[in-house]
């Protein structure tokens, strides 16, 4: 029988803190009232947490599946990979860190019963460090403006999916991709709710400021050609900026004769326009290196096992697999 409810994790070195989420997570579904499944992908974790998640499949193998990585892929790699593993009508995607309660999973289903076939969720008070804020408000801004996806807040992964909207995201082949940006250009009917955030459980935050500028990067590049565009625009303007510059040059060396004053100040402007060429240069770079990793056609992840209950009797199967 196919459950009406998947929820998916992605595990990456979360040891210190699965106990808890085990203890907070299958009550909170238990008390739901419909049948479930929970689908953990383990990102090629280096601590303990493969054998964890192995010990609570054997404990609960009636809902538990665990999916478990070769090597480390991406946090949105090990949801893709989860979403190919979903059986149910829902799918919820969840944090192992448990900043998301997972009580609050009731309150995106009975949203989704309203009618809606993607459910975002938005942080109440959010439980972060106040340069993460900053940032994310910053990101979340220059995205919708860019891309017209609109997230209140695309770093909460804490969301509700239609089967229809995975099914579309299961047959996206992109190498590089952002699921929640991804589903909502999916989704029929998208909204949003307000959840509650707590801090993190055990650990650390796994996302370095590097990591969310390249993480916004790569949304933006992967869903708009605004960038290019813009640049092409920059690129014209500065053109006719430099060829009135030129005249205006011309004009003042025949009138005044050869003088030295202004050297710098060409100087900078040079300094200038060299920084925006290597901007341009970066940016094309970009998008080619895009369509680089695509047409080479390689694994998005390797798969070495799926721990799942194979029949009623119980048998366990472990199943050694590739998916792109």
């Not at 929970?38 to 599946?65: E, K, W, Y």
Request: aromatic fraction near 10%; hydrophobic fraction near 45%.
């Amino acid at each position: 029988m196919k459950p009406e409810l998947s929820v998916v994790i992605p595990v990456y070195n979360e040891e210190a803190g699965l106990a808890r989420l085990f203890e907070r997570l299958y009550p909170a579904l238990d008390t739901l009232g419909m049948s479930y499944e929970i689908v953990f992908v383990n990102d090629g974790s280096r601590d303990r947490s493969a054998q964890i998640l192995a010990d609570q499949f054997r404990a609960r193998p009636d809902v538990t599946r665990v999916v478990l990585f070769n090597g480390n892929y991406g946090q949105h790699m090990a949801i893709l990979a989860g979403f190919q593993a979903t059986r149910g009508n829902v799918v919820v995607t969840l944090d192992a860190d448990l900043q998301n309660p997972p009580e609050e999973i009731g309150n995106l289903i009975a949203k989704m019963h309203e009618g809606y076939d993607y459910v975002g969720s938005v942080r109440r008070e959010r439980q972060d460090v106040a340069w993460r804020k900053h940032a994310s408000r910053a990101m979340n801004y220059l995205r919708e403006k860019l891309t017209h996806i609109k997230m209140t807040d695309q770093g909460n992964m804490l969301r509700a999916y239609g089967r229809n909207v995975v099914d579309l995201v299961n047959q996206c082949n992109e190498v590089n991709t952002f699921i929640p940006a991804l589903a909502y250009t999916f989704a029929r009917k998208p909204t949003e709710i307000v959840v509650e955030h707590e801090e993190r459980a055990a650990g650390e935050s796994k996302y370095s400021l590097y990591s969310l500028i390249r993480l916004n990067f790569d949304l933006i590049t992967g869903f708009s050609l605004m960038p290019l565009q813009a640049f092409s625009l920059v690129g014209i303007a500065l053109s006719i900026l430099s060829a009135a510059l030129f005249v205006a040059l011309i004009v003042r060396r025949f009138i005044l004769g050869s003088e030295v004053q202004g050297v710098f100040t060409l100087f900078a402007l040079d300094f200038f326009l060299m920084g925006v060429i290597l901007f341009g240069i970066g940016l094309v770079g970009e998008y080619v290196g895009r369509i680089y990793q695509q047409v080479r056609g390689r694994p998005r992840y390797v798969v070495q096992a799926i721990l799942e209950q194979k029949d009623e009797r119980g048998n366990v199967s472990s199943i050694s697999n590739v998916r792109e």
